[in-house]
């Protein structure tokens, strides 16, 4: 008897903590855009909270889009939700630096955590972005050059 009972809490404990996953489940959006150049001036990346991404790339806005899936490693996948975490900490405003100012392009991110929606257009400067952000959009932009068509 002793042993079904703990088998019972066994099972229940792993049915919990499927639903504690899904209250963190994410999907990240980036999308960087540069003014001046010739090839793959509008990139967007998008992740989920799972590890899943894709990747689309097109010469300019409303042209077409080369573009390619993968899967996160396990450790890009661990700093990812660390970084999503980071980011969460504090509001974020709608604006961040001088975004496509002097032809430096424009980064635009977006989070959607359940009834949590975020979104904001960075400065691809690093020194003009806020820390809550600056580890993401250096992250997610990694990938997205890593993992091009």
């Not at 793959?40 to 989920?48: A, D, N, T």
């Not at 974020?92 to 977006?110: K, M, S």
Request: charged residues 25%; proline residues 6%; hydrophobic residues 40%.
């Amino acid at each position: 008897m002793r042993i079904q009972a703990v088998l019972l809490a066994v099972l229940l404990m792993a049915c919990g903590g499927g639903d504690a996953l899904n209250e963190d489940a994410f999907v990240v959006r980036f999308e960087a855009s540069y003014g001046e150049c010739e090839t793959g001036c509008v990139s967007r990346l998008e992740v989920s909270s799972e590890g899943e991404a894709r990747v689309a790339v097109a010469d300019g806005p409303g042209l077409p889009e080369r573009t390619r899936s993968f899967s996160l490693t396990r450790a890009e996948r661990a700093g990812l939700l660390e970084d999503v975490r980071l980011s969460r900490t504090e509001p974020w405003e709608e604006r961040y630096g001088c975004p496509d100012c002097a032809d430096q392009g424009t980064f635009i991110l977006g989070l959607s955590a359940g009834a949590d929606e975020r979104g904001s257009t960075v400065d691809p400067m690093p020194h003009r972005q806020p820390a809550h952000l600056t580890p993401l959009l250096a992250r997610l932009e990694a990938l997205l050059i890593a993992n091009k068509p």
